[in-house]
Structure formats: C-alpha cells, structure tokens
C-alpha cells in the first residue's frame, strides 16, 4: 500500500507536499521515545508520534522511516518541515490522536498485505 | 614485527567530533557510516546493529558529557565503535546499564531522549562492550561487532 493511497483513505493532511507518496508502506511504529524507535522500528516504516522536534528526521533518515503521522492536529514548525523535504520524510498530520489512528493504519495495512 | 602492526591496521577509518548538545551528529554519522557499509556489501542485520551502536554511543557522548570523539574502524573481520568523551563519567555502570535508568534532564526528556535505552540498545547489538569511566574525567566506550559470527 503506497504511502499517497493511504493518505487518501484516512484523509491526512500532508505538510511536505509530494514527498513519498508513490512509495510502499510496509509496517509501522508508534512510540515517542527516540531511542525505543531506533531499536525497533522496521524499515519502509510510518511512524506515529507526538514528538516535533527537529531530532526526530535524524531518527527518521537513520531508520529510513517513509513518513511521520502528528497526531491531534499538534503544531509543527516550519524549520522542521522545511528539513523533512530536504531530507525526503513526509510529515502528515491527523486530527484524531495516536490510538485511533494507529487502529486505522493497522487495519488498512493488515488488509493489503492479506490480499 | 612491522607485519605484525599492519595485519591491525585498520582498512577503514572514520571520525567525527561531537560537541554538547550536539544531537544532529549522531544520526548523522550513523547515517554516513551505514552507507559506507552498504557500499562494502556488509550483511544488513550488522549495519543495523552498527547504525543503532553509533547512534546511541554518540548521542550519550553529546547529551551526558561535554565533547568529545566517535571513532569507527571497519576490519575484515570485526567493526568497532568508540566513543571517548570529556564529561562527568559514570557513577555506577552496572546501574546505567539497566533498561529505564536514565539521569537525563526534564527538558531532554521532553524531546523524545533519555528513556534509559541506549545503553541496554548498545549491549544488545554489540558482540563485545568495554565501558571505561572515571568521575569527572569521561567515558570511553568501545564495542564490538563481528562480521562473521551469529549474534544471538
Ligand atoms: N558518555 C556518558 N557520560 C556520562 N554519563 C553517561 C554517558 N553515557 C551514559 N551515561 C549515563 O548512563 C545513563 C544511561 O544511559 P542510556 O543511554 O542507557 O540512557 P539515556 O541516555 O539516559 O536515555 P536514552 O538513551 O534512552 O535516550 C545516562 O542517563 C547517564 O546517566
Ligand atoms: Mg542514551
């Protein structure tokens, strides 16, 4: 399942323009704890969390994370945007909180991969 | 005994200095260093492991101490991961060591670090770990990973 089909299904609101969309969600990771990602997160990964510092693209870029999901329309700063296009991470953001949208994604991706 | 010294030479070296609060140059590295690896065509569950070692190692170096050093050797048979910082040393290893035991500030914490992971993340992925300290010198920490051994 393609990162802009699930974009589209769960109508996130994108905050990096066409970055990865075309590209293949294969698992995803919710946790705000830096170090607990960079252990266990899988590779072609979304990400959800509540952390915006700019750190995160660091963790994102070394794990090759496809996309990062903001929870509860939390701010984000446009520094941070800015380096996600350059360092080609997607930041997409939600107005429901990380519960539900974990529970949405993981059925959606539960569904394509059963296909 | 000339040969002796160039059967240890390493075949790669990389370096990179890490300042306080430095929290860019661990991702970086580990970045850079895992694309070298990819380039060698070294195995993808060692470079996962390097890349978590060096991140984690460096982050410590750039969180808890005030400067300091990360050094990669690439052999044929083994890569090592050092940190040697400047800063306040480690009080008890053996409690640092633990998964959850952290003295990092509130406002680390409040960006995502100081879970108390890194440590416990490093013994997991290393086949080798050496942690030496001295309060109120520094720490110098060098890891091991073997490119042709099972790490269970
Ligand atoms: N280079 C260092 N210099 C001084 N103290 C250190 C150093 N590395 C680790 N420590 C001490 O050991 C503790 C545990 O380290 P560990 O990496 O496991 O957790 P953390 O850095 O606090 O949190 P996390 O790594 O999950 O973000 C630290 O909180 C700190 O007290
Ligand atoms: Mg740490």
Redesign the interface.
Known sequence: MTLGEIVKELGLEVLTGNINLNKEIKSGYVS?????V??NIEQDSIWI?I?R???????A??KDVIAIVIPRNLSVEEEVIKKAKEEGIAILRDRRNAFEITGLLYNMLKKAQNK | MLNNSFRFTPHITLEFKIEEKD??I???S??RI?KTLQQLGIKQDIIKRT??II??AAMNVAIHAIHGALKVYVDPEVISVVTEDVGPGIENVELAMKEGYSTAPQEIRE???G?G??LP?IK?CSDELVIDTKIGEGTTLKAKIYLNKNHE
Do not use: C, P, R, W
């Open positions: 705000d704890l830096l170090s607990d960079i252990a969390t952390q510092h700019i750190n995160i693209l660091g963790v870029k070394l | 929290f860019f661990a991702s970086e580990a970045s895992k890349a978590i991140y984690e960006m995502g670090f879970a992971m890194g993340n997991q």
